[in-house]
């Protein structure tokens, strides 16, 4: 999240860029480079005189296949431990992100949108089999609900969940949990990274995701009768 930028509402007026501009130009360059799909966590973006914290993903032949401006704005006050308000800087996204792939469908989603899971849950309805979300827990929410978040949201969903943290740096301004993990459906760590910077990686096995989706049918056996979960146009 921000990877372009310091964490901090006093940061993202200074870094903003347009999209296309210097740092999507250069995912686009690297995802062709490298013949992979880059979701290329998040920066500062500039648009008609609006900020907003902004994720692109780029495709093997460097086109952009999806924008996703993070949705619900972090705005805390935990007394005698954080505060923070993005929405002092930065303008809401309004719309969901998902993008196709030969593999599956991916759903997007910025830091503090993982705590809502009728996003998630939308994100699935869709037909999406793997959720990432750039993120930049801190040294309060990390500990307590980084890891938590994720399982539930891959519980809850039966899809897999990858976020992706900077990692931790304690002289900046925001301090960062780190620990960059990968969960699949049945709600297992299968890939964590510590607070240190790191690569880590694992196989994302969509067989063993029908498989946990066909013994526990929720997505079949939900009441819609009674209760529902829908996307505004």
């Avoid at 930049?136 to 978040?149: C, D, K, M, Q, Y």
């Amino acid at each position: 999240e921000c990877f372009n930028s310091p964490y901090g509402t006093q940061y993202f007026k200074e870094y903003a860029e347009k999209i296309p501009g210097e740092s999507t130009q250069k995912l686009a360059e690297v995802a062709k480079e490298c013949s992979v799909y880059l979701v290329g966590g998040s920066i500062p973006e500039e648009d008609g005189g609006k900020l907003y914290n902004t994720c692109t993903v780029f495709g093997p032949d460097g086109t952009m296949l999806a924008k996703h401006r993070k949705v619900h704005l972090f705005d805390i006050d935990i007394p005698g431990k954080i505060k923070f308000k993005e929405s002092e800087t930065l303008s809401p996204g309004n719309s969901f992100s998902m993008f196709d792939t030969p593999y599956c469908k991916v759903g997007l989603g910025i830091c503090y949108d993982i705590r809502f899971a009728e996003m998630a849950q939308i994100y699935g309805q869709k037909g999406c089999e793997l959720l990432i979300y750039p993120g930049a827990f801190n040294l309060t929410t990390g500990p307590a609900h980084w890891e938590l978040l994720q399982r539930g949201r891959a519980v809850d969903n039966q899809v897999y969940v990858a976020t992706v943290s900077p990692a931790r740096d304690e002289k900046a301004s925001y301090v960062a949990w780190g620990h960059s993990t990968v969960v699949n459906p049945w709600g297992e760590v299968i890939a964590k990274a510590g607070a240190e910077e790191t690569v880590i990686y694992t196989d994302i096995d969509l067989k063993k995701l029908t498989e946990i989706r066909q013994q526990i049918p929720i997505l079949s056996q939900k009441r819609c009768d009674l209760y529902s979960t829908e996307m505004k146009e």
